[in-house]
């Protein structure tokens, strides 16, 4: 295979990063031990930066014992709007590298690089380096035929890592590694694989497969795939072609500019609706107007980073009606409104907080790109 048909995927992880935030922000916090987590009575550790580690302090540990562990640390609650406006500048600095990119959470992203063939490399690396100097924040980039290599490349590599893994050394970086840095692999399973005397990725890809299969079903034969590298899953991008849409053909035709504008609100509402149940987000909205001749147009717009407010996609469906489409007296036949570029909305860090304000909450889990600065009234992406 020559180099311009392999395929490259990158994974970019950030470092510490709700901690590392922190430190920027707050010059004092810098070279200390900071954890960052619900600091209530039932509060759990989000991350501690690498200082705070050395005292053995982790995600998801309670957080009376991460004090225990660290009494002079510092210890400071999540700022969620703060990070989810410096994820909306490093997806904004991945998309300028390559449109195939699948956001995983605030701080993780594959990005595909194969198509710079025998410069994937150098441009994976340029990523990295233009998201360090575009947040001052470090991060790990691993490059690899996969997504799963990709991942163990960024992990294996942190902090401020940039590891490329070519097939030729998958063998020797895999097998020696414990099976619970493989994908899927939970407290369950690598109990169950400990049972059966498989501790490291090496014994599992020497197992037999049909032992795997007996014991674990399918996800037995996905471990076994793991274990060997092999990992086909395709990078679930924002592409134009995933949409979502409501429209209606109307019995009667629409004359009156409020009838139509309502109708236009209602089903960008609903639309709206549609990705959150989802937990997606859109970066694209548009609409589309068909009058009584036939004749069908669409309008549509693009934001800089991706939503699911139901009040910015009526908005912009309204904008798009008011300023782009004409309308006379002759009316709509049908009305149509529509999201696509759409990408999966991140909520785990979500859910190990206490005395987070709800609001902040809901905010956090429903647009997790959406930085306060990059969609406020100041800077209407119109
Ligand atoms: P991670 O990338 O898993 O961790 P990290 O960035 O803090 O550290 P590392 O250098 O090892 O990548 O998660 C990213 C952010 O997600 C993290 O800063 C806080 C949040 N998070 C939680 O809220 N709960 C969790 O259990 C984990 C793992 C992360
Ligand atoms: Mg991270």
Known sequence: MDASSERWIGHLDMDAFFAAVEQLDEPKFRGKPVIVGGLGSRGVVATASYEARRFGVHSAMPMAMARKRCPDGVFVPPRFERYCEISARVREVLLRVSPVLETVSLDEAFFDVSEHGAAAMAVALAAKQEVQRETQLTCSVGVAPNRFLAKMGSDLSKPDGFLVIRPERVREILDPL?????????????????????????????????????????????????????????????????????????????????????????????????????????????????????????????????????????????????????????????????????????????????????????????????????????????
């Open 178 to 382: 414990p099976i619970g840095k493989m994908w899927g692999v939970g407290d369950v399973t690598e109990r169950r694989l400990r049972g059966l005397g498989l501790l490291r990725i090496a014994d599992v890809r020497t197992a037999p497969v049909e032992l795997l299969e007996r014991e674990f079903g399918r996800m037995g034969v996905r471990l076994h795939e793991l274990a060997r590298g092999e990992d086909d899953t395709p990078i679930a991008g924002e592409s134009e072609s995933v949409s979502m849409s409501r429209e209606v053909t109307y019995a009667v035709d629409l004359l009156r500019a409020e009838e139509i504008e309502d109708e236009v609100r209602r089903l960008a509402r609903h639309v709206a609706g549609q990705l959150r149940a989802a937990s997606m987000l859109c970066r694209t909205v548009r609409i589309k107007i068909r009058y009584p001749d036939f004749r069908t147009i669409t309008r549509q717009v693009k934001l800089p980073v991706a939503t699911d407010s139901e009040g910015l996609i009526e908005t912009l469906a309204v904008h798009l009606l008011r300023q782009r489409a004409e309308l006379d007296e002759r009316g709509v036949r049908l009305l149509g409104v529509g999201v696509s570029r759409l990408g999966v909305a991140a909520t785990r860090q979500l859910s190990l907080f206490d005395g987070v304000p709800a609001s902040i909450l809901e905010r956090g889990q429903q647009a997790p790109w959406m930085g306060k600065e990059s969609m406020g009234r100041d800077r209407s992406p119109l």
